[in-house]
């Protein structure tokens, strides 16, 4: 439900941040395998699947429909960015303004 709390694993929360820091933006696959599980797992994107579908459960309204963690097909992922479907805050994330610690894409 829209404003209340939501427990994620420390992974969850990482792909969360790293996409909230770039919101908007197409994040490769790629890039996010390497920043989440490692350079050794660059091919795992199973791994991806597996946790995007966990958080859209946890953030989206409806999962199967999403509007808030996009997919960009053969790509990556984007967390949209719109007055009325941001569901991720930068104070729920601890995130402030300019405060990117990972490269920005797009």
Same mark, same amino acid.
């Given at each position: 439900?829209?404003?209340?709390? /939501?427990?994620?694993?420390?992974?969850?929360?990482? %792909?969360?941040?790293? %996409?909230?820091?770039?919101?908007?933006?197409?994040?490769?696959?790629?890039?996010?395998?390497? !920043?989440?599980? &490692?350079?050794? *797992?660059?091919?795992?994107? *199973?791994?991806?699947?597996?946790? /995007?579908?966990?958080? !859209? !459960?946890?953030?989206?309204? @409806?999962?199967?429909?999403?509007?808030?963690?996009?997919?960009?097909? !053969? /790509? $990556?992922?984007?967390?949209? *960015?719109?007055? @009325?479907?941001?569901?991720?805050?930068?104070?729920?994330? $601890?995130?402030?303004? &300019?405060?990117?610690?990972?490269?920005?894409?797009?």
């Amino acid at each position: 439900a829209k404003g209340s709390r /939501v427990n994620m694993t420390a992974k969850e929360y990482m %792909l969360l941040q790293i %996409l909230a820091e770039n919101i908007d933006k197409v994040v490769p696959q790629q890039f996010l395998l390497n !920043r989440i599980w &490692g350079s050794q *797992h660059l091919q795992d994107s *199973h791994y991806l699947r597996i946790f /995007v579908r966990r958080l !859209r !459960r946890k953030i989206e309204e @409806d999962s199967t429909q999403p509007r808030i963690l996009l997919t960009e097909h !053969r /790509v $990556g992922y984007r967390l949209a *960015h719109a007055d @009325d479907t941001l569901a991720v805050d930068y104070i729920f994330l $601890g995130l402030f303004a &300019g405060a990117n610690l990972y490269p920005a894409f797009g």
